[in-house]
């Protein structure tokens, strides 16, 4: 990294702009800062910082200071501008603080954020804006030098002090520094992470415990009195030897459950015999009363039996005669049948005879028939003459047909002369109307070319306006966006570096008595730090940090967003502004106006022409359809004009014929109407009076053959009643229905039922044998059977309990094994990471020197640093001095950053606290710069060109001066370029190039001198 030129303009102490080339005082290798107290040098140096990384070193940017100068006028803005080269990259960093200024309109002041620009030089293209992003400039920069600002602070700008402090510093002191240079907080991380491992599997050995203390609580639960006569271990959750303790402690208890099992189902068996004996002799009572009660039944029963068998005999009378009667039954309702069929058949011949004339009343059977048939013949006679009337009535209604179709062909043919005398002039105008419907399609056709551009004309101005809206608002909205994402980013940035200042007192918040410090490793707090007010936490900063991403995400999708909107814009405007969309009918569409209005009205006026056009080529076809069908009706009214007059001729010859026909039957039909207006209405009276006479004659015979059937009737019925007993037929007509009949069986079959039981139950044995014997006492035998049932009820329950205790038992038992088993890898990994965590730790008895991990690394650290500031030393110190890095053990700290100086001329090693003031200097200037190439080392080669040293240089004596001074001029042969910072007179007279800082009234100068000449 190289310096060119530094700008400051309202900055500290300068008021006004000044300018700083570092090129020029580079040139020699060494140049001197020197200025009196209180001028500004060290502010030069802050301004380097703070171009950098925007801000100052840690110890000038306290709360409530600010970088702009008290001597610059309210208009003039703080800013400072810095040229460099890093990475082979030549960069201009610019940069504002937060400061007031006076508002645009009014009075008063307003706060201007905090801003930054980033630029990069081109050979071919010279500067090129990068970015003015607070966050990307400071990735960027930080990335390229690959030094945080505490890093650079300590290397580039090696601060008047520091270093003779951290050469007499404690242990603690040493690797406070040594931690913020070398970024070792992975390892420290690495401790706490095994810590929290430890404290982790701590938790789940301690829960596993705990879980398995709970089984065997619920072991000594479930096993009741048994559980009483073992103890439970006296282990805690924990402790080595719980798990095994338990195991044992439940092998015992189970021993205890399974024979009080074995006793209660002892007892369970006793019980059970003596259920089973109560209950036969329950049985047994309980059926000799039965057996006693149904004796007493049946004797009673059979008793109610012989005192209704005298109605039983009356029933049985009675039922027997009725079934004789029956015999009668199909005889009786014949001859009901007969009587009712004989009654009816004279009613239908007396209602036949009312309707014959008065001369045939008192006629028999045949001379009605003969009458009969002689009608039926003088009827079949009439047949021909209701042909001939039939054949009458349709010539007349031929005759009427022939007289409308003459008419109708009358007037068809007038019809057609009327339509022939216009024809000529509807076809010319039928063509006429064909031709403008083709002339509209070509035209239509046309059209429709020309509108379609002119439409996507119009709506790409449509889209063209519309898009210059939203252009608008999308700038406003990205403008928006920006200013939110650099609000965001800068108070981010501001919390942040809140939180920093007070992070020890949020590290204090974590101390816990007794437990070691995550940063010293000390157990013991005596004065941990406290948080101030307005303490900024992570939560907070993290809660500031997403704002800052969703606000720059915001911000990039607003831009992307304009981006696209632009796009769209251009496009359109290109369609719009087209000339060659399309053409309007005077000319082409891209000669009128792009406009929406003057587009608008291209498109109404070609839309109104293709309308009309389109509207006349739509009857094109039906023109032509119209023009064909003229042609066919033409054709066919002339076809049909001739057929009419070939009809007409044909009619005149079949009106003659009907004529003659007619004659012919009328002569006919006037012999065979009589009296009657028709033949039909004659063959209609013959037909009703042979109907009348068939019906008559028909109800005569029907009567006769029901009189026959009812006197064969009575004879059969008289017969039946002989048979069956009977002395006359009226007498065996008197039996009984159905129903009493049934009713009268049914009560002989519940008697005869009723006699056959109680046989059946005096027959029995048993019975007969249980009456001999005293009665029965069912009650005591269930009461015996009750109780020996509570007894084997309770021997059950217990019985249940110990086996469900037992069962209980064995399944805690082998839950509490299960857990055995799966803690035992927990114990072991907890032993392994507890181990691991002591040793990183320093507190395990491994580790001999007590030294945590990331002390031990910084010890590696500090022994390449010592190394490095030897070589420099050795040169200072004419060889004398060596400075070497000390593991050992300080009083009760820990080891690992001790820092002493072998003095090769006694050959001893010593405190570095017992050098003089000028040694201090010099061993305190080659740490410096030892530690300077280290960290540059470590931060990947970063080439580190120009170096600063803030004063100590006054307590050397010549010798030693000239023989540091060598040192630094040996610098440039790693082409290096160093400026001391000192008011040492004898400096000025030693180093030619120098850069005055002057203190005046109004704020401070710089002034660029180079051998002997003045410059600024």
Known sequence: ?????????????????????????????????????????????????????????GARQSPGTSLRSDHAPADRPTEVCLELTVAGRRLEVTRRPAQPRPKKRGGGFTTEKAQSWLREYHPEHGWKALSRSHQEIGEEIGGLIGMSRDQFCQVVLLPQGDFARFLRAD?????????????????????????ELRRGAEARVRTGDEQILALAQRIAQAAGPAGEEAALPEERPGEPGLAEGVLQWAAVVRSGARERLDIARCVLAGGEARNTAARHALEAERERARLQQRYEETRRRAAGLEDRRAERDRCHEQLARARKADLVAPALDLRDEAERAHRAAVGVRERALAGLPPELAGAGFEQLADRERGLRAELGALEAARRAERRSREIETERAGLERQSRSDDELIQETVD??????????????????????????????????????????????????????????????????????????????????????????????DGVACTVCGSAEHPKPARAEAGHV???????????????????????????????????????AEDPAAGTSTSGSVGEVSASVAGLQAVVDRLTREHADAHRLAAGAHAAREALASAEREHLGRLDDRQQAERRAAARTSQREALDREQAAL????????????????????????????????????????????????????????????????????????DTAQRELQHRIDVWQREAATVADRLAEEDARAAAGHPPAAPDAARAAYELSAKVLRDSVAAHAAAQERSAELGRLSRLTEDGVRVLGPLRQEYERVARLAGLTAGTSADNERKMRLEAYVLAARLEQVAAAATARLQRMSSGRYTLVHSDERSGGRRAGLGLHVVDSWTGRERDTATLSGGETFSASLALALGLADVVSDEAGGVRLDTLFIDEGFGSLDDQTLDEVLDVLDSLRERDRSVGIVSHVADLRRRIPVQLEVVKERH??????????TLSG
Do not use: N
């Open 1 to 57: 990294m190289r310096l060119h030129k530094l700008t400051l303009t309202a900055f500290g102490p300068f008021g006004a702009t000044q300018e700083v080339d570092f090129d020029a005082l580079s040139s020699a290798g060494i140049f001197l800062l020197h200025g009196p107290t209180g001028a500004g040098k060290t502010s030069v140096l802050d301004a380097v910082c703070y171009g950098l990384y925007g801000a100052v070193p």
């Open 171 to 195: 242990a603690e002191a040493r690797g406070k520094l040594l931690g913020r240079l070398f970024d070792t907080r992975r390892f420290a991380a690495v401790e706490e992470r095994l810590a």
């Open 419 to 512: 339509w022939l005398d216009g024809w000529e002039a509807a076809r010319r105008s039928l063509r006429d109307r064909v031709e403008k419907a083709q002339d509209a399609a070509t035209r239509a056709e046309q059209l429709v070319g020309r509108l379609g551009p002119a439409r996507r004309r119009l709506e790409a101005a449509r889209r063209r306006d519309a898009l210059r809206v939203q252009e608008g608002a999308a700038v406003a909205a990205l403008a928006t966006a920006r200013e939110h994402a650099v609000d965001a980013h800068e108070k981010w940035l501001a919390l942040r570096e809140q939180r920093l200042r007070g992070i020890a007192a949020e590290l204090a918040g974590q101390l816990v």
């Open 537 to 575: 936490d992570r939560a907070t900063e993290e809660t500031a940090l997403a704002a800052h991403q969703r606000a720059d995400r915001a911000r990039a999708e607003a831009q992307s967003e304009l981006g696209i909107l632009r796009e769209r814009l251009a496009a359109a405007r290109a369609e």
């Open 666 to 737: 009328e002569a006919e039909l006037v012999k065979a109407r009589g009296d009657c207006a028709s033949v039909a209405e004659h063959a209609g009276v013959l037909e009703r009076r042979v109907a009348l006479l068939a019906e008559a004659a028909e109800a005569l015979r029907a009567e006769q053959s029901a009189a026959e059937r009812l006197k064969e009737a009575d004879g059969r019925l008289a017969d039946a009643a002989f048979r069956a007993g009977f002395d006359t037929p009226q007498a065996a007509a008197k039996r009984l229905d």
């Open 1003 to 1012: 704020g401070s100068a710089v002034v660029h001198r180079a051998g002997g």
